[in-house]
């Protein structure tokens, strides 16, 4: 994950704060506000984290092949990821 967890919640409790002051949500306390929007971060994240890990299994299985071609891994890696992203229509 790219982000601490401290990182997130600081995140998550600036944004909870806006969005109750600028009124566009209400019936709701910043601080559980907060702790679902710092949730729907945290699992995005990990959903990132997840397709990273799958993209390395990936060029692990073509580790040879990739040696043997010159690929380079961070271009193949961005280039797979990518691929990904598309065809889940995925929002990174």
Known sequence: ????????DLFSFRIAKQL???GFIEGIKEDRLAERIGDVITAELRREDD???EVRQILDQ????????GAQYHEMF??????????R????
């Open 1 to 8: 994950m790219r982000l601490s967890l401290h990182q997130i």
């Open 78 to 87: 961005k280039k797979i990821k990518a691929k990904l992203v598309r065809e």
């Open 62 to 69: 073509y580790a040879d092949q990739m040696q043997e071609a």
């Open 51 to 53: 397709l990273n890990d």
């Open 20 to 22: 109750l002051r600028k």
């Open 89 to 92: 229509n995925i929002i990174l």
